[in-house]
């Protein structure tokens, strides 16, 4: 897979530097400095992502502060057709207020574009460990090298577990209700969603595989689904782990929440795991639990059932090979719209049901 993402960057770093000690300043009410604003690499696929220090004097005593910044992508082809910040604060500010789901620490969100030129959102730096999407974990990187395989496996299952403890909140008294439309399932919303999301991200042209998933994904819908707030993007990619590697830190990433059937995040968190190993035709990492055991330790967590794995398991691969594909054609690798390897996994999936 090609490492060029479009991950639009910051042309004007001493600008933007000065524009965020302002803002920080007028929130805080004291002076605020801030050095250098890095844009890491290996992580993330759509919006920016900015890491600086804030500094400030408090009681004649200097305080530093480490920070993450997300700002909303500003680019002729995003991965996207748009982005709401607004909602993925608003999921990681109610979780973490509500819950003892692991979550950034927030500390504030704006989307008044005079600031900055785009919406963005501020989160305290979470120490710990993320595993590499650029190379993919199992091709280079800490958990391939420096863990062993029980850590991986301890790692592998706290995730799984902060992901059943998520799905274990009541929507509604999180505040999220008003992201179902009346009269349609949440399936059908979703549905719908992705196959606007075909025709605006192939711009007119059908993809063969996709739109073959998305027609048997829309005849053969399950019927009498819970509901729940699903990450939409549950991977250890999105995963900060604690340095011991024995617990979750913070889930990242919530840009794709939804209402949904929750065995969709375990489906998608398996899926891209195999898109990356056997997609790429490359084995999986020693210690990491198969899928079979992997849902088995969600059901436990959770309490919900997997009955619908299988569907969603399609669905999975029919988001993520659109996604990709759409990233193949914004960054002009037209030969890897129609045949990257999610499309051949997603494709193998859909001939071994038969659809």
Not at 21 to 47: C, K, Q, V, Y
Request: aromatic share 10%.
């Amino acid at each position: 897979m090609d490492s060029e993402r479009p991950t639009p960057l910051v042309d004007d770093i001493g600008g933007t530097r000065r524009k965020l000690e302002a803002w920080f300043s007028e929130r805080r009410g004291t002076d605020i400095t801030i050095g250098d604003l890095n844009i890491p690499e290996g992580t993330g696929m759509s919006n920016v992502t900015l890491l600086f220090d804030i500094e400030w004097q408090e009681h004649g005593e200097r305080h530093t502060m480490a920070c993450v910044g997300r700002l909303q992508p500003e680019i002729e082809r995003p991965v996207f057709p748009d982005y709401d910040l607004t909602l993925q604060y608003q999921v990681m500010e109610s979780v973490g207020r509500l819950s003892d789901v692991p979550v950034p620490t927030l500390l504030g969100l704006e989307t008044d574009l005079t600031v900055l030129g785009v919406q963005f959102y501020v989160m305290a730096h979470t120490p710990g460990r993320i595993p590499p999407d650029m190379p993919p974990y199992n091709m280079d990187g800490w958990l391939m090298h420096e863990a062993n395989q029980e850590q991986r496996q301890t790692a592998w299952f706290a995730a799984v577990d902060a992901m059943a403890k998520f799905h274990q909140l009541d929507y509604q008294a999180l505040g999220f209700e008003h992201l179902g439309q009346p009269g349609v399932t949440p399936m059908q919303q979703q549905l719908t969603y992705w196959q606007n999301y075909h025709d605006w991200g192939l711009e007119g042209a059908q993809h063969e595989i996709g739109q073959r998933a998305l027609n048997w994904l829309q005849a053969n819908q399950p019927a009498q689904e819970p509901t729940v707030l699903c990450w939409g993007d549950a991977r250890i990619g999105n995963v900060i782990f604690t340095e011991s590697l024995d617990g979750v830190a913070a889930l990242l990433d919530w840009e794709m929440a939804v209402l949904g059937n929750p065995v969709q995040d375990i489906a998608w968190y398996n899926f891209l795991d195999a898109a990356f190993a056997e997609g790429l035709g490359l084995p999986r990492l020693e210690g990491l639990p198969s899928y079979e055991e992997t849902v088995r330790r969600w059901e436990q967590a959770s309490g919900f059932s997997a009955e619908h794995y299988d569907y969603y398991l399609i669905f999975a691969g029919a988001r993520f090979a659109l996604i990709l594909s759409r990233i193949m054609l914004a960054t002009g690798q037209d030969g890897e719209v129609q045949g990257n390897f999610v499309c051949q996994l997603l494709a193998r999936h859909l001939d071994q049901i038969g659809a």
